[in-house]
């Protein structure tokens, strides 16, 4: 098992800058990717940004792009989401993932195939 914890949510004004962390403990040595996924009210959960843990190689939802970037420290078994230019938009509950499995191309952006979920943190962007 892989337990999840997220931090870093919270009340930014559009234009403005969070960093959100997600820890992982247990048995963090089967973690393939990890991810982060958001849950706005009344829609589907989507992607947001993963990181493949052997060669950092990562990956970003278009919408995101140039904005968020994902990062890990391996030291401390977290992953960071560095999110700026905040829009209305991005306002939701994020979520952090972690999956052991070997994906390709566009498996990694489908929730599904994450065994592992944080308990979620709160964006909220001000127009």
Same mark, same amino acid.
């Given at each position: 098992?892989?337990? &999840?914890? @997220? ?10 800058? &969070?960093?959100?962390?997600? #820890? /992982? ?5 089967? +973690? ?5 996924? =958001?849950?706005?009210?009344?829609? @589907? =959960? @989507?992607?947001? #940004? /993963? +990181? ?6 990562? *990956? *970003? ?8 970037? +994902?990062? =890990? ?7 960071? &989401? =560095?999110?700026?230019? &905040?829009?209305? @938009?991005?306002? #939701?509950? *994020?979520?952090?993932? #972690?999956?052991?499995?070997?994906? +390709?191309?566009?498996?990694?952006? /489908? ?17």
């Amino acid at each position: 098992q892989v337990q &999840l914890v @997220e931090s870093g949510g919270g009340l930014v004004q559009a234009g403005g800058s &969070l960093r959100l962390s997600c #820890a /992982a403990s247990g048995r963090t040595f089967s +973690i393939y990717t990890m991810g982060w996924f =958001r849950q706005a009210p009344g829609k @589907e =959960r @989507e992607f947001v #940004a /993963a +990181i493949r843990w052997s060669d950092v190689s990562t *990956y *970003y939802a278009d919408s995101v792009k140039g904005r968020f970037t +994902i990062s =890990r420290d391996n030291a401390k078994n977290t992953v960071y &989401l =560095r999110m700026n230019s &905040l829009k209305p @938009e991005d306002t #939701a509950v *994020y979520y952090c993932a #972690a999956s052991p499995r070997i994906m +390709i191309g566009t498996m990694r952006f /489908a929730p599904n195939m994450y065994d592992y979920w944080g308990q979620g943190t709160q964006v909220t962007v001000s127009s």
